[in-house]
């Protein structure tokens, strides 16, 4: 069971919006601590998608975007594209645990 | 441009030991903190265990505590992972992956904006 929880899966047409939530609590995400996401596309390593709860890398596009709000984050995607089906992860620091935690993952569909 | 090229794994007994290492260019690599991810089949990502730049600081997992080592060789450009004491549950995708800045300031900590292949560790009599 991971520290921070995250929907198993989300779906959504071509061009619609999605969103993925990653709650964690007061020993992370509720104690300050930035959120990153990441993408990992089938059969490939994971790429970092946000940083710092709401920046983007240079290269990710701008439908991609992320938003914290007390002991949740959010990840949010408009304009759904089919290249847009991976996995998405939320990762945080843990004060209690010493150490970097990641959510259990959530697979995008897109239909 | 940055590259990290994992390399060590393979197939191991329960109880036995691997090192892993991982070879970093196209960046000042001591500049940076490092961590080692993995990835068990079909499961989600585990955070195992993070070295500060200058390798003075080292942070792991409840999950390989006292088994697992992190270190660094910055002169070499090099992390490794020297896994001991190795159980079926350590089988997964080793990650090696850099942080945007060190692991943790005063204010926040940092996430992981470069990473690596992957190499497979399994863990199997």
Redesign the interface.
């Known amino acids: 069971q991971?520290v921070l929880t995250q929907p198993p899966s989300v779906s959504g047409a071509p061009g619609q919006r999605v969103t993925i939530s990653c709650t964690g609590s007061s020993s992370n995400i509720g104690a300050g601590?930035?959120v990153?996401w990441?993408q990992?596309l089938p059969g490939t390593?994971?790429?970092?998608l946000i940083?710092?709860n709401t920046n983007r890398?240079s290269g990710v596009p701008d439908r991609f975007s992320g938003s914290k709000s007390g002991t949740s984050a959010s990840l949010a995607i408009t304009g759904l594209q089919a290249e847009d089906e991976a996995?998405y992860?939320c990762?945080?620091?843990d004060s209690s645990?010493?150490?970097?935690?990641?959510?259990?993952?959530t697979k995008l569909t897109v239909l | 441009e940055v590259q990290l090229l994992e390399s060590g794994g393979g197939l191991v007994q329960p109880g036995g030991s691997l090192r892993l290492s991982c070879a970093a260019s196209g960046f000042s690599f001591s500049s940076y903190a490092m961590?080692w991810?993995r990835q068990a089949p079909g499961k989600?990502?585990?955070?195992v265990s993070?070295i500060s730049g200058s390798g003075g600081s080292t942070?792991?997992?409840?999950t390989v505590k006292g088994r697992f080592t992190i270190s660094r060789d910055n002169s070499k450009n090099t992390l490794y992972l020297q896994m001991n004491s190795l159980r079926a549950e350590d089988t997964a995708v080793y990650?090696c992956?850099k942080h945007?800045g060190g692991y943790?300031s005063s204010t926040?900590?940092?996430?992981?904006?470069?990473?690596?292949?992957?190499t497979l560790v399994t863990v199997s009599s």
């Open positions: 991971s601590y930035d990153h990441y990992q390593a994971p790429k970092l940083y710092g890398p996995d992860y990762q945080s620091y645990l010493s150490g970097s935690v990641f959510g259990g993952g | 961590s991810v989600g990502l585990e955070w993070a942070y792991y997992a409840d990650y992956a945007y943790c926040t900590c940092y996430g992981l904006d470069q990473w690596g292949q992957g």
